[in-house]
């Protein structure tokens, strides 16, 4: 539930050119953390296998943001990979 509700305040304030703020995000814990709802994403025909390093560096950025991309990739790889669950 936090997790959308991060992603729609993003988007609230994409349309109304707020400026969000930037922290220091890792993304290896955002994945694991975010495998479920990924998976999801994916839908049950593609099994997400998540191979991330435990030392990932940190960068600094959007959260939701990040989250927001991530979800738009999960979405096009589905649409690419078809029903098999292999491209």
């Known amino acids: 539930a936090t997790k959308g509700a991060e992603?729609?305040?993003?988007?609230l304030s994409f349309s109304t050119n707020d400026r969000r703020t930037h922290t220091s995000i890792d993304?290896?814990?955002l994945?694991?953390?975010s495998r479920e709802?990924?998976?999801?994403?994916?839908g049950s025909d593609i099994k997400l296998e998540l191979q991330a390093d435990?030392?990932?560096?940190?960068?600094f950025g959007d959260y939701a943001q990040l989250?927001?991309?991530?979800?738009?990739l999960f979405a096009i790889a589905r649409e690419a990979i078809g029903r098999n669950g292999q491209s």
């Open 7 to 11: 992603l729609i305040n993003h988007l």
């Open 27 to 29: 993304l290896g814990r």
């Open 31 to 33: 994945l694991r953390e």
């Open 37 to 42: 709802f990924y998976q999801s994403v994916l």
């Open 54 to 59: 435990e030392e990932l560096h940190y960068f």
């Open 67 to 72: 989250q927001q991309v991530l979800t738009n």
